[in-house]
Structure formats: C-alpha cells, structure tokens
C-alpha cells in the first residue's frame, strides 16, 4: 500500500511522516507523532476523547482524515502547558476536583480551550454547550463545568 | 458540596480528624490534566501485534467446524489461536478463593453460550489486517434453543446453558440451588396482616460504559518473563487468573496497571489479558488485544439483570409484620461474579428495617445472555430500588407518609436481623431525618425525635421461632464488639466525659476464637474444596 507524505504543525512544531491512504488523525497522532494525549473512546465521534484543535477549532480526530490537516495546525493537551507552568485551565481543572479516571480530561480540556479562545467569558450554559460532545462516565460535569468558569474568571457556584 | 453533620451521634467520636472534612489534591491529578498520565494504550512497542477475536453470532449453538482456512491466508496474520492453543481452557474468577466450578473456557470449543462469545483469536500486523482475517473465518453452527429469561430458564425441560450446572442455577456449597433466608414464620404473619402486598419488579442489564474501553497489551522481556500493560481494576486478581489459564507460575508476569479510565466494575473480569500474553508468548511480539466500542457496549459484562418478587404484611398502625421476596439475578451464561451477587442479594433482605418474619430465596440463574458482573453495589441496587419502591406503596397503603413510614420500620441498634447478628450502628432513622430537613419535608414531632439508639433491642432482639427451619442450627454465637460498636442499647448511656478517653488498645490475637471476618467468609464461601 503506497504513503501519503504529510506535514503539519503539531503544538507549534513542523512534523512530517508517512501516512496509509484512510488512516485517521487519532492514530496519526498516537502512533506516528508518539502524543498519546489523544485517547481513543469509540472510534465513532460520540464520546469527544478524541479532540483536537485544527486550526483553533475543535474536532474529533478520531473522524478526521490525517491527509486532511496537511499544513494545518495541530493543537493537543501535550501543548498546553506554558513552559513549565500549567495553562489556567489545567490549574482550574486540578483546583476544582474536575477529573476522576482522566481518561475524558484531554478531550473535556481541548473543548474548553475552544471555547475561551473565542469567548474569554462564557455563560454556564455556553460552557455546557461546548463540552456536549463530550462524555464524561465518572459523571463529574458539575465540577468540569465550574472549572472551566473558573478559568474564564473566577465566578464558580460550588 | 460536602456536608459533615457533627451534631448527630457526637458522643460516639472525637473531632480529631486528619484527613475528613478538608479538601486534599488526588495524587494522580496533575498527570490526568496534563494529559501524561499512563493507560494500558498508551505504551508504544516495537514490532507490535494486534490480536482481534471471532464472536459467536448465536445465542446458543453447537459448534460443528471452525474454518480457518481462508484467514490463514489473509494478508499479515501471524497466528491463529483456538481454544485447545490455551493451556487450561476452563476457569471461573472466584475459582482463586475456592468459590465454584470452572466453567468458562477462554475460546469457545464445544458450544456458544451467548451471542459473541469469543470463539478464535487472529493475531495480525495492523489492526485492519486482524479485522479483515477475522471477517474471513467461518464457523458451522447447530443452533440450539436459547433461554433469555431467568424464570424460564428454571421451568423444567428449559435448555441447559451451561452444563457446569446442570439445572441453570449456581450451586452453593455443593448442595443449594438458591440462597436461603428463613426467620420467624412470614406465612403465617401474611395471614393474619391487615393488608398484602405483592410486586414484581425487575432491573434491565446495565452497561458500564467506561470511555477507555477493556484491553491489555502483552510483551515478552528479556528475562522470560512477559510485561503486561492492561485496563484491569483488579491488577493482582488479574495476575493470578492468567496464571492459572497460562498454566504458568504467576511471577512469569510483570503486570503494569492501576491507571484505569474507568471501571465502575466492567474491567475485573481478566477479559483481554489471558489471550494477549497466550499471543505473545506463541509470537514472541508484544500484542494488543483491546475492545472496539461496539465489543465494549454489546459484549462487555453488564450489571445482571435482576427479577424480585416481594410480599409484604402490614398492619393498619404502619408495622411490617412480614417480608417474603423471591429473587432472580441473571448471571448470563457463565458465574464470573454473580454468584457473589446473589449472596449479596440475600445478605441484604429485608433492607434496613425490623421485620420479625423474613423468608427469602434469591437464585443465581443461568441464561444465554452476556455473562454479567460487578457494578457499584451488584446484587444490592435492584434489591434496594424493589424494596423502597414498595415501601412507597406500603405507605400509601396504610395511609402514611413515606418518610415516617421508613422511620417507623427502621431498624435500630440491637434489633436482631434476619441473618441473626444484632444490628448495630445503625443510622437509617438520622438518614431519613436528614433527608427530610433538607427537602423541606414536614415530619411530626415524634418521628423528628426518633432515633436508632433508642427503642431497640429486647423484645426486637428476640430470634423467632422458624417453622421451616429443620437443619440444626449452632446456637447464637457470641458477637464481637469493636472499638466501634456503640454501647448496646440496654445499657444505660453516661454523657460523654471531658477529655474523651484514649482509644482501647487492640484486641489481642485469639487464636481460639475464629475472627469476624474469617467466620463470615466461611459462612458465605463454604468449606475448602482442596
């Protein structure tokens, strides 16, 4: 089977590898780039895991052609931090108890990301609207949800 | 958020507290939000395999030819393993603590027992080469009458699912087809209650759906022994069930886990590891064997699902005066832990109320269903959702309110249960008051002043007699207190003194006199079998 050649940006830096013809951009990321921050839930685009940011919009990489992000740009929770210190996000995740098993954590927190890129101070229910493509079975929306208000500004209920 | 109600039992604790009460960071949390903690899936190996199994596509059938032929064929398959590849092809998960016969083989040989068993492993370079060699085996299969009905799978001449049990129930102590509870006589306290009140309930099989779905990869090290990444909750259990079915000393195996993404029970059943290590070792590659979402959601053990029938007495004044229930976990097609389940069920009738005629039988039933398992509270939840839906019923009976109802029937410290073991710290009266306050529920004056340390105990502590019970029974034996327990309720309480007292020393070692805990495993496990 022939290799498409394919380059993008990924968190910032220029990566080139060989891709199958139909291979996604979940595998493209874990197996190839070596960014296991990614994480596979079904494969299905239903439970959000899975999400990046492609040119600062969220999608599901694991629905995503890799050949499709050729010179686009990759953003993934491995990007994230800033320098040594954690983006405001992570802090608020970690201070307001928003991950239980973790395993939704990378998707809950690169929708979250989309978000207040273009809207720094989101409502509660736009909160709730950007993270309903992502499921959380430890069923801790409550606290996610507050975290993300308190990374947009410090305005939580709990 | 959390909410510590210090006012209710004071007396029984000092307020030296360490830990509760105040927030601490999870240990594992800067790894989960900096996306570096470390799953089973997430360990990239050199040269890896990946393993893909052939499901049954019946309920229950005979297996008459496994072809193969094809998918040998197929593009990048390293090896195919069937059942007899796997050196001990039959097991049971409580099989480790003496609990049960082995009756689940790892590749269906003989029969299926339920839709998507796994019959065939295929072990291929990609992944979609794996899919497309297991798409390209075929199976001939006899289809056999299925049952799918735990009721029906008890009437006779149903067919027999799994000919480990013969009469498609779980058999305790090599003898009982059931799980037994008899105390006083319910029959008769039936016939003479003022009303009678008989439901049927029942609970669907529950998914866990966990987003990280069951896996494990597999890798040989160098010094013969295999490293083991993998999904399990129960890493130790894990080990020595692989080692058991591998027919190898458990120390062949460094088994890495413990960062699960998500359980809540569906990932105790050893469900990938024992064919990814079998891969591994005849490929000498390391090998993944992980669920797809579909295999997760559609074979992946559920929550049993339960059918309880309950009968209760009560009189006009609100008093239980019986309790018969008759229960049917749905083990699916093998044990795996429903066995448990049901003593669970059992250890739990009546629920946490005095009834002083209890009589209960709670049956671990085989079907042709996905094999069910642990799920936050199995055996109890459907038990619990049946009885408080008919205390509802009960109360609107006798025209009472549900609260005062439950505060009414509440167990309280020194009741005798039905399993015959004083009740002790109880606190269900303090619960229902709590809940009430906080719902804005009016209760009256003498329900708000209730509680579990009063009104217990003595005529309530009596054993009754129990007209079915004609198997000697050893007399009540002594119940150990702990530094826990509170004061039984007969004595009369001092008011607690200034400073509290030190903690007692630990009890000492009492060779003689079997411990709490081992007496109760042996009285649910049974005797030894080896």
């Not at chain 1, 239980?100 to 273009?118: E, F, I, S, V």
């Not at chain 1, 993300?148 to 410090?154: C, E, F, K």
């Not at chain 2, 499901?55 to 040998?72: G, V």
């Not at chain 2, 105790?268 to 024992?274: A, F, I, N």
Request: hydrophobic share 35%; charged share 25%; aromatic share 6%.
């Amino acid at each position: 089977m022939s290799k498409i050649p394919l380059q993008f940006r990924h968190n910032g830096r220029d990566v080139a590898i060989f891709v199958d013809g139909g291979t996604n951009l979940l595998v493209a990321l874990r197996e190839l780039i070596g960014d296991m921050t990614p994480k596979f839930g079904c494969g299905q685009g239903g439970c959000g895991t899975c999400s990046v940011l492609v040119d600062g919009e969220l999608h599901l990489s694991c629905l995503t052609l890799a050949e499709t992000v050729a010179g686009r740009s990759i953003e993934t929770l491995d990007g994230m931090k800033q320098g040594p210190n954690l983006h405001p996000l992570q802090r608020a995740f970690a201070d307001n108890f928003a991950a239980q098993c973790g395993y939704c954590t990378p998707g809950m927190l690169m929708a979250a990301k989309a978000l207040l890129d273009r809207n720094p101070s989101p409502s509660r229910d736009e909160v709730i609207e950007a993270i309903s493509g992502n499921i959380c079975r430890c069923t801790g929306y409550e606290p996610i949800i507050n975290a993300i208000l308190a990374a947009a500004g410090g305005r939580v209920s709990a | 958020m959390l909410e510590l109600r210090k006012d209710i039992f004071a007396d029984e604790r000092d307020d030296n507290l360490k830990e509760i009460g105040k927030g601490t960071q999870r240990q594992d949390m800067l790894g989960h939000v900096t996306g570096t903690s470390s799953y089973f899936n997430d360990h990239k190996l050199q040269g890896m395999l990946h393993l893909k199994v052939v499901r049954s596509t019946q309920a229950h059938a005979r297996i008459r030819r496994i072809d193969t032929s094809e998918a040998e064929r197929s593009a990048g398959v390293r090896r195919i393993i069937r059942g007899s590849d796997v050196p001990v092809n039959l097991n049971t998960l409580l099989s480790l603590i003496n609990f049960g016969k082995d009756d689940e083989p790892s590749l269906a040989v003989d029969k299926v027992r339920y839709k998507g068993e796994p019959i065939v492993a295929i072990i291929a370079d990609s992944e979609r080469e794996a899919f497309e060699a297991i798409a390209k085996v075929k199976v001939d299969y006899e289809p056999l009458p299925a049952v799918l009905d735990v009721e029906d799978a008890l009437k006779p001449g149903a067919p027999v699912v799994n000919e480990t049990y013969p009469k498609n129930t779980f058999t305790y102590h090599e003898t009982y087809d059931r799980q037994q509870l008899r105390f006083g006589d319910a029959d008769a306290a039936l016939a003479t209650a003022d009303h009678v009140l008989e439901q049927r309930y029942q609970m669907s099989p529950i998914e866990h759906a966990p987003t990280e779905t069951n896996g494990a990869i597999a890798a040989p090290d160098t010094n013969g022994r295999y490293v083991v990444y993998t999904s399990t909750q129960a890493l130790f259990f894990s080990v020595d069930t692989c080692a058991k079915i591998l027919d190898v000393p458990s120390n062949t195996f460094h088994f890495i886990g413990g960062t699960v993404g998500g359980g809540f029970g569906g990932k105790v059943d050893t469900l990938t590891e024992p064919l990814a290590i079998l891969g591994a070792m005849l490929t000498g590659k390391p090998v993944r064997y992980v669920f797809g979402r579909e295999e997760e959601m559609q074979y992946g053990p559920p929550r049993g699902a339960e059918r309880i029938y309950i009968k209760d007495g009560v009189m006009r004044d609100g008093r239980i005066v019986a309790r018969k229930i008759r229960a049917y976990f749905d083990s699916g097609a093998y044990t795996r832990l429903s066995s448990y389940a049901a003593v669970k069920c059992a250890a739990h009738l009546p629920g946490p109320y005095t009834i002083p005629n209890v009589y209960g039988d709670v049956y671990c039933v085989f079907t042709n269903r996905t094999p069910a398992t642990a799920m936050r509270g199995f055996g109890v939840t459907a038990m619990d959702f049946a009885i408080e839906c008919q205390m509802d019923k009960l109360a609107n009976l006798v025209n009472m309110d549900p609260m005062e109802f439950r505060i009414l029937n509440a167990y309280r410290d020194g009741d005798m249960k039905a399993h015959r073991r004083e009740a002790k710290n109880t606190a269900l009266i303090e619960c229902v008051q709590v809940a009430a306050e906080k719902a804005k529920w009016p209760l009256r004056a003498e329900f708000k002043q209730a509680s579990s340390r009063k009104d217990g105990g003595g005529a309530r502590a009596v054993i009754p007699p129990t007209p079915a019970d004609s198997r000697a029974r050893p007399t009540a034996t002594v119940q150990q207190r702990t530094s826990y327990d509170r004061l039984p309720p007969t004595v009369t309480r001092e008011p607690p003194r200034d400073p509290p007292p030190p903690a007692p020393p630990p009890p000492s070692p009492r060779p003689t006199a079997p411990s709490h805990g081992a007496t109760r495993f042996s009285s649910v496990f049974g005797t030894r079998r080896r």
